[in-house]
């Protein structure tokens, strides 16, 4: 296989003489070819076969024990100018990025084989969707694509028709962490990464080509490329609202994207779209639409039990290849919080011993296709992708943010997302459970300066004025013993429907500084067992701590430049501090 494009040949041939691979493979996509990879990885040991009785076509990589995670500190975004990439992102002049990395590539595939891999993110034949081709030197990335991506023939075919495709180079070099880089060169349409071949390091089209270089193409092209998660809510009456959520890494997107419904809201269903990217556009109507532009889920397995997540448990009992998880000693997967099992192996392949940590890496993952999903969406394929009713934020808040609450209008809602704070999760490298501001949950994926971003998100009333409403949402308050507050999982849908009734007009709320809130009993609690004063606390608005962070987020939006924050925003964030000093005084 090779291409009629000749843009495409000429990168490939390029690359070949820089990398200088002992043989090339153009992915075609098939079955066939995906056992083939699997088949050879397990040869090399680079994979092993799970219990093929209790988890039919299930294997487990472990990777090494370096490269077990996003690495944010070297992911670059690397414009023209440094402003562009804002104080969001790192930074380097593409000249001196081109050197680092075309002396880091050399010779890089050496005896190895170069996987060629077109695809296309989002339904091949929706207007919405944008391809890639993926060059890499790593069989368990080529195969991973395939459950990621609509990788292949097809795919080709899109990119020849259409000319245009992001270029994403990576090899695994060394696995040296000294010697990795991810660099994004937005204006070429171009990811180079190398030394890591994990998740989001390594599968280009999830937050290099989804996030970081869409969000640019989103901005140039009148639309958004967000870190969000999209699901379908069909009451029993067969109304079907949609919402996109967007949560930093590791907070419960897939569990939120899969949810099953509580015993005591019978006739309810849930319908996943995805769990992690949506690209937002508006339609001729003015309508915001969403469609995935992934087509599988690389998520997070700690914790995965009949109780968090029955519909991903289901999901990864066959067909799925895990990442760093634990074993039993008869060969199933094992992970903490599984609830059932024991651990004989732990995720570096060494008798479990619970003096070496947990048995499973916490940043451990399942690749599976969205398909496999017992609550998979047939729009999914949707060329026109969905309308979506509401746009939620959050983050993992243990104090000071409220279970749930309401912007007053898309621009307060820009700034209700601009200002999410969650504490840190082991998804990316460093310190577990300190405070950061990740905006939109966006930090790590943005690919321009967040001024600009809030920009043009506060720009689409003036394209429209039937925009989703705004919520702002957090499932992990916590008392002063470290308890939860709230349930969460199926029951959030409790939340939700309150979500959903605001949308439709039917549910009341109060206003308060922050935007609206459920009153404690708006809530429907029938069948918890949390009582009044609890409900309370979750809908109570704490005016001296969100005065504290309203105002700092003040000096948060000043490192951003005054001449790249919008006005309109800085206007929010001076009438949410006032309102708040006026109802503390009160
Ligand atoms: C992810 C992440 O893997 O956000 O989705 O880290
Ligand atoms: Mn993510």
Redesign the pocket.
């Known amino acids: 296989m090779s291409t009629s494009l000749p843009a495409l040949k000429t990168w490939v041939d390029e690359v070949t003489a820089l990398t200088n691979p002992a043989k090339i493979h153009w992915c075609d996509g098939s079955e066939a070819e995906y056992q083939v990879l699997i088949d050879e990885m397990l040869k090399t040991g680079v994979l092993s076969e799970l219990n093929q009785e209790t988890h039919p076509r299930c294997y487990l990589h472990l990777s090494d024990p370096s490269d077990v995670a996003?690495v944010e500190h070297l992911a670059y975004v690397c414009t023209e100018t440094q402003v562009e990439a804002g104080p969001n992102n790192n930074w380097m002049a593409p000249g001196e990025a081109h050197r680092k990395m075309d002396a880091l590539f050399e010779g890089a595939m050496a005896g190895r084989t170069m996987y060629v891999i077109p695809y296309c993110m989002g339904p091949f034949d929706s207007p919405y969707s944008r391809c890639g081709v993926e060059l890499t030197d790593s069989a368990y990335v080529a195969a991973n694509m395939k459950l990621m991506t609509r990788m292949g023939a097809k795919a080709l075919a899109r990119i020849e028709k259409e000319g245009t495709f992001v270029r994403g180079l990576h090899s695994t070099g060394d696995l040296d962490p000294d010697r990795r880089f991810i660099m994004h060169f937005p204006q070429e349409l171009l990811i180079q990464s190398i030394g890591s071949g994990y998740?989001?390091n390594a599968l280009l089209g999830k937050?290099c080509h989804a996030l970081r270089i869409a969000s640019h193409q989103a901005r140039n092209e009148g639309w958004l490329a967000e870190?969000m998660l999209i699901v379908g809510l069909e009451s029993p009456d067969g109304e079907t609202h949609y919402i996109a959520c967007a949560l930093p890494?590791?907070c419960g997107k897939t569990n939120l994207a899969m949810l099953i419904p509580p015993e005591s809201m019978p006739g309810w269903k849930v319908w996943t779209l995805g769990d992690?990217i949506a690209w937002l556009h508006l339609d001729e109507e003015g309508q915001l639409r969403a469609i995935n532009p992934e087509s599988g889920f690389?998520g997070v397995v700690p914790g995965t039990n009949h109780k968090t997540n029955e519909n991903a448990f289901q999901m990864i009992a066959h067909d799925t290849i895990f990442t760093n998880v634990g074993r039993t000693a008869d060969n199933q997967p094992w992970w903490e919080g599984k609830d059932e099992g024991e651990p004989a192996f732990d995720w570096q392949g060494r008798e479990y011993d619970p003096a070496n940590g947990p048995a499973a890496h916490p940043n451990s993952r399942f690749t599976v296709a969205a398909s496999n999903n017992p609550s998979y969406s047939d729009l999914t394929e949707a060329p026109e992708g969905v309308p979506i009713s509401a746009i939620l934020f959050g983050g993992r808040r243990k104090r000071v943010a409220p279970l749930v609450y309401e912007a007053r209008n898309w621009g307060h809602g820009v700034l209700v997302g601009a200002s999410v704070g969650s504490e840190t999760t082991a998804?990316?490298i460093g310190e577990v459970g300190v405070i950061r501001r990740d905006p939109m949950a966006m930090k790590p994926f943005c690919g321009y300066n967040f001024g600009e971003y809030w920009r043009h998100w506060l720009s689409f009333p003036e394209r429209t004025d039937t925009l989703p409403k705004i919520f702002h949402v957090n499932w992990f308050r916590q008392d002063d013993d470290g308890n939860f507050l709230w349930p969460g999982f199926g029951e959030n849908l409790r939340v939700l429907r309150w979500i959903i009734d605001r949308v439709e007009g039917r549910a009341d709320a109060k206003e308060t500084p922050i935007g609206y809130l459920p009153h404690a009993d708006d809530i429907d609690t029938t069948g918890l067992d949390i009582s009044d004063e609890v409900m309370e606390t979750l809908t109570a608005v704490d005016l001296e701590h969100w005065y504290t962070e309203l105002d700092h987020f003040g000096d948060y939006l000043d490192e951003f430049g005054h001449e790249h924050v919008p006005v309109r925003l800085r206007e929010e964030q001076k009438r949410v501090v006032k309102a708040l000093s006026l109802a503390r005084a009160s």
């Open positions: 996003r998740g989001g937050k870190h890494s590791a992690d690389f998804a990316m």
